[in-house]
């Protein structure tokens, strides 16, 4: 069954949105410092999906998730800022609730007009919102859902979780995804079902176990698979190279073997690096040297030797074939971006993706922030997932529930 879209939402709530009280769950867990919002990408985000709400004529009920709070109110995740923000995008007033399902909340939703705006607080402040307990969880949605005449679904990045807002709530309204939603779901199902060929993944990052599930799902859909980061190591060590005291995962070289037995067998091409950077320490200033993949002890620094990044040679490779594909998703920075002596791979890989004529997606919290942080914008990309976790999970074939709960089937 298909994604239920929000243009659908009319029909589902007697033909017009008009005078309706919709419930949009975003995703407005932004970065705040000292209660100022550091990155507001998420906030801008949603605005498609409000502006069309906005525009039928509705009455907006905007609720999302912010940090950690233990489940009860805590000034530190209030979403008031948030609420701010959006006001100053959308140029119009956004009433702010006190509390969640509390008086401030009904007052604040009574007082709403066609196509106003109101946020309510962080979801989080009440327990029942991430309950392991379906009862508790139920409870809380049908609190929320006195809150609305209809849903629309649309915080991706929590879409991996059973929460009351996301899960329960979707149950008990009548609902939809957002255009936010539909657009991660488009993406992510062109990388997994039928994508246009020449098909290249590009993983990184630190960890081969934090990847495994993605690894296993894409592997046999691609024709190449790129590695590089702090996981190359585990598949050089499998190929029986040395890699000093560069980032190794003794307890999964087994299942990198049987990755590298499953691309023989199928013909896809795995690409490992031929040359890294490798470093003295684990340090901003370290000394460094570039060295081929089987001499990674022969340098200076001998068996204490770090990788940090791909060689520069590996680098162009990786950007030949990114450049040559027609589709692309990229996890993972290939080095210690964060560190500039060890983001020139990282780097070549973000421009390569930039030239890819077909669809280029890149995926991954640090691997977001990395384009960012190296200066790309947003749109040289065909797309950047918001996801992070939800994004993953969907790339590893996993059944995301609050995908499933409107009408989504892998
Ligand atoms: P994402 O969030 O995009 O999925 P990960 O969380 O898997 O990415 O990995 C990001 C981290 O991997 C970065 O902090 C980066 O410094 C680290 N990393 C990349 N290459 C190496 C390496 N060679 N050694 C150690 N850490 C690395
Ligand atoms: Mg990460």
New binding site residues.
Partial sequence: MALRTLDTLPDRVGGSLAGTRVIVRCDLNVPLKDGVITDDGRVRASLPTLKSLIDQGARLVVCSHLGRPAGAPDPKYSLKPVAERLSELLGTPVAFAADTVGASAHEVVDGLGDGDVAVIENLRFNPGETSKDEVERDAFARELATLGDALVSDGFGVVHRKQASVYDLAQILPSVAGLLIATEVDVLDRLTENPERPYTVVL????VS??LGVIAHLLPRVDKLLVG??M??TFLAAQGHKVGA??LEQDQLDTVRGYMETARERGIELVLPVDAVVAASFAADADHVVADADALEDTAFGASG????IGPRTAEVFAEAIRSSTTVFW????????MPAFAAGTKTVAQALTEVTGLSVV??????AAVRQLGFSDDSFGHISTG?GAS?EFLEGKKLPGLEVLGWEQ
Wanted: avoid cysteine; charged fraction near 20%; charge should be negative.
């Fill in positions: 990184g990052g630190s960890k934090d990847k980061g702090g190359m190591f560069s980032l770090l990788g940090l990044d996890n993972g920075p290939m080095g210690v971006f964060e995926g991954g919290g640090d691997s977001a992070g993953l």
